[in-house]
Structures are given as C-alpha cells and as structure tokens.
C-alpha cells in the first residue's frame, strides 16, 4: 500500500536536524533586513504623530511658529522614502550618504522642534530614536557620533534658552549633561547588546550549519549502504527507507517519495510479523526472511531489527536491518575460497618439483624403449605432463594477480576455431541437435592462446547447457564482424530471465545461482578475455522469435571484413537443419538483439 508522499511522515532521515531556516548567512541578513524596516516603520510612525501634534498645535494656535507643521511633512515624506524605496546597508557600515537620510535628518527635525518650541512639550525624548537606529544597526563609531551630536545640541540649546550662569541656567545644564551620558550609554549597552546577540547567533547557526553536515553525511553514508534500512513505526508504516531496502522490498520498480504499508502485501508479511515481535518483546531481534516480487524473483534476507525511543517513554519506531544473504553467503565463500587459492599457490609451487622430475624421466624412457605401445605411453606421459604444467602455470599467475594485458599469442582463424571446438564439445555432451553454429567472420583472425579461448568457449557452453531448455537448436554460437577491428563470439541458450540479484555479481568470483556451482566459470572467462584485450558482457535477447540469454565476447581481430552470408556450419551429427542469418549488428547498433 503506497501511501502520499505529503503525509506528515515526509521521507526525512534526519528531520530534527532537516529545519526549514536557510543557511547561517542568509538567515542573518534577513533578520538585519527585518530589524532595519522594523526602525524604519517606528520613524514613519513617529514622524505621523509629530505632524499630527502639529496640526492639532495649528488649529488650537497653542504652540510654535506655522512652518513647522511643513517640516513636519517634509519630515513624514523622507521617512516614507526611506521606507519604501531605500535598501538596508550592510551591517555595520560606517559612513554612507543613507546615515545622514535617516538619522541626520531626524536629529536634524528634533533639534528644530525643540528649539522652536513653546509652551511645556518637551522633544527630547525622541532623540533616544536615532541613537539606538544609529547602536543597534551601525558601528560603534556612528552610535557614539549620534549621542555626541545630540548632546552638544541639547548642551548648546540650554545654553542659549537661558541666562548664563543663573540658577536656571545651571540647573538646565546639569538636567542636559545628565540627559547626554544616558545617550552615550545607551548608544554604548545597545551596541554591546546588539553584538552580541549577533554573535551570539552566528554560533548558533554555525552548530546548526554543522548540524545538517553531519546529517547529510550520515544520509549520504545510509543511501551508498548495501545493507537495506527501515524505519517503521508500531503500525508497520515504512517512515524511510535507503534505496537498498527499496530494491529489496520491490526491486527496480520501487515508486520516487513513496512510502509502504508493510501489511499490504502477503510476500512482506515475515518483515511485519518481525517488526510486531519486536514491539510486543521490547527487544531487537534476527530472523532469515524470504520476499518473493513475481514467480521468477526471489529475495532471501537476513532480518535484523533495533527500537528507538523517545523521552523515555518506551519504543517509538523500529529501525530494520536488511542483508541480502546471497551477498553473505557469497562473502563467506570468496574468504574460504581465498585460503583456498592461496594454498593452491602454494601446493602448486610444490608440484612443480616432482613434475619436472616427471618429464625428465619419461624423457630419458623414451630415450630407452623403442615399441610402438611403450612410445605411446610415453608420449600420452609427455602430454598430461605439458597440460600439468600449464595448469600449474595458470594457478601462479592467477595468484600473483597479474594485471591485465595483452599478451603475446597465436592469430587463430575464428570461425575455424569455433567450429572445431564446438563439435568436440558436441560430441563429449553428446549435445547433437541441441546445439546450432552461426559462422559469420571467416576472414577474422584473433589474438588468443589456443587453450584459453577453449576454455573460454566452453565454459560458456557447460553454463548455455545448465540453463538451456534442451529442445533442438536451445543453444547458439554465433560469431560475426564488429566493424574493421573487432570480431565477436556469442552463445546464446533460451533459458529463463536471469534475477537482478545475480545480474549484480555475474562475473565475480565464487557468486553462482546454483548450490552446486563453485561460480569460477564466468569469472575465468572475464579473466582471459581481459588478458587478450577483449570484453565478456551479458544481454537478454530474443532470436528467432525466443527470448534467451546471450554471453558474447568482443575481440580485437585481424583481417576482417563485412561478413559473407554463409550457411550454418554444423557439426557432424548435428540434426539442425541449415538456414541463414540476418546480418551481424554494426558496432554502432543498439546490443538490443543478436542479428
């Protein structure tokens, strides 16, 4: 069961770290902006009330000279300016022609204000807007450049308002210093403030930038696991899950940001049953599960499960551990093998020994006897000596690990190899009728050592042959030019659609479909193909109306030319009946379909 992808439980493997704030730097500009318009609002709203204060001083002819309710506009006009039009200044800039738009012309309209004022409404107050403007969203510098100017105004006003010297006088002054070191207090705790809660956020964003590092690392980790990962919840809804665990509960065919119900499908229900086991005992548990997608794939899945909680309060979700138990099985086999392998190397080396102490004996025997039995046994002696030790040879170099390269061989006639090679493989798998040669190269020369494309060739065979269905012409070789250079070998057998858990680990060494495999064929056969500069790759193709599966070989080749139809080429005994081919695919062609 699919279920929305714009539920609450959105696929998010660290949602607490996941928060919906930009990143540290944009986050701050965007709180400087709001903070910026913030002042710029208060200015707007001030400046609305002095020119309404004015006005209403106007009609009632209680107050100050008429050409103050003018300033008042003029200073109503400029602050919606600034509002609507002006930008915020990178904080903490010094000096900018904007300053004095702002702050100069507000302490500019004050100063006029109070000077000019009659009666007992007092203006200084207001100056307290333009020292914080000028604390909290610029320098240090300007803040105390604000306070000093308003200061030396109001000091300069009391010093003008009344007679020098008189009890007014000094009270005026006293009243107007006290009134200024507030100011360049004020200008210089709300700077301290303001710093500091600037700093003070930055670090917190810096952790919370950190923060969502670190969860995109461990979700990139999760993603690039082999090993599947389920978080799912006391209802068996699937909250996350790592494609791995996607491929394994629905293959390929797993839907973008959806999430799953483990209870909607009969093949799910061993990983549901689990999950509830888990819940019910409070405990982790493993269990062996198999999850069949369609009658042709399976999955067979080492379960493991651990429970999360949350404030203490006992289990919330359940997190799920997904293995592939061939990929278990298939590492357990490659360590066992490798000890193997390695004391192969070794008897090898052993063997060696004896084995040349073999040929020099039979050498001098054959020195010796002179009947026609006893020279043939010593020449049969002779061959299984020679085939000894090129497998002696085979197991060194495989050992060594040498690279792969080109290396020095004979230049072998492809088809009249191929042909050579698949009747005596006929004729020991007694496969007559079974098996259909399609010779298409037979100008094409490769560069391989006679023995190993044998072996190329008939491991490819013994694997068409475990798989074939066994009705007639069930197995195909066909060879064919691959433009000027290349030549290729392919054997095609109509078995059954290969699982996408094997297509993953065709060619490594020791992973098979079979129990009774050792899964070395293929893997030989990558091996040697790499060595002569050739390439092994596998394709699900349909030939002659059949769906089968197709191993081919592309190899560099000598003497080739556009393919002569031929007739099919069997070997004797071979109940086939003769037809031709359609033309070989051009390098360029699609590798859809053997042609």
Known sequence: MLRDSASPFAPSWFSAAESTYADGQEQRIRSFVRLWRAFMRARVFIAAVLLALQMFVLVTHTGGPDWLVLVCTLHLGA???????????????????????????????????????????????????????????????????????????????????????????????????????????????????????????????????????????????????????????????????NPAAQAMLMGVTFPHAAQLLLSARPSWSGLFGLVQETFLLGQPLEADITIAHDEHTTHRLSARTRLTTQGGHGADLCVLFLEDLREVEARVRTEKLASMGRMSAAVAHEIRNPLSAITQANAL????????????????????????????????????????????????????????????????????????????????????????????????????????????????????????????????????????????????????????????????????CERYGAQIAYQRTRLDLREGNAFYATMRASGSRAPVQQSLSYPPGDSVPSRTLPDPLRPDDAPSTIR
């Open 79 to 241: 602050t919606l300016a600034v509002l609507i039009w002006s930008h915020p200044l990178q904080q903490g800039e010094p000096f900018h022609l904007q300053w004095l738009l702002t702050i100069g012309v507000d302490v500019l309209v004050f100063a006029v204000l109070q000077y000019v004022q009659q009666g007992s409404i007092n203006y200084t107050p207001l100056f307290a807007l333009p020292v914080l403007l000028a604390s909290i969203l610029g320098p240090l510098i300007l803040a105390l450049a604000t306070a000093a100017s308003v200061t030396l105004f109001l000091l300069g006003e009391a010093w003008l308002s009344a007679q020098l010297l008189s009890d007014v006088s000094t009270a005026r002054l006293l009243q107007t210093g006290l009134t200024g070191t507030g100011f360049f207090l004020v200008a210089l705790l709300a700077n301290q403030l303001a710093m500091r809660l600037a700093r003070e956020e930055a670090v917190a964003q810096s952790s919370q930038a950190a923060a969502r590092t670190q969860a995109q690392v461990n979700e990139l980790v999760i993603d690039s696991m082999s090993e599947g990962v389920l978080v799912v919840d006391t209802h068996g809804v699937v909250r996350n899950a």
């Open 365 to 528: 025997l054959d020195e010796e006897v002179q009947g026609v039995g006893q020279k043939r046994l010593t020449h049969m002696i002779n061959q299984n000596a020679q085939r000894l030790a090129r497998i002696v040879d085979d197991i060194l170099n495989v050992a060594r690990a040498l690279p792969s390269q080109s290396e020095a061989a004979l230049t072998l006639p492809l088809d009249q190899t191929v042909r050579q090679i698949t009747h005596e493989w006929t004729q020991q798998n007694q496969a007559q009728g079974v098996l259909g040669v399609h010779l298409h190269a037979p100008t094409a020369h490769v560069g391989f050592d006679p023995d190993h494309i044998r072996r190329l060739l008939v491991n490819l065979l013994d694997n068409a042959k475990r798989h074939a269905s066994g009705t007639p012409s069930s197995i195909r070789v066909i060879t064919q030019t691959a433009g000027n250079d290349r030549a290729r070998l392919s054997v095609w057998s109509d078995g059954s659609p290969l699982e996408a858990s094997v297509l993953r680990h065709l060619f490594e060494p020791f992973f098979s479909s079979e129990s009774r495999s050792s899964g070395l064929g293929l893997y030989i056969c990558r091996e040697l």
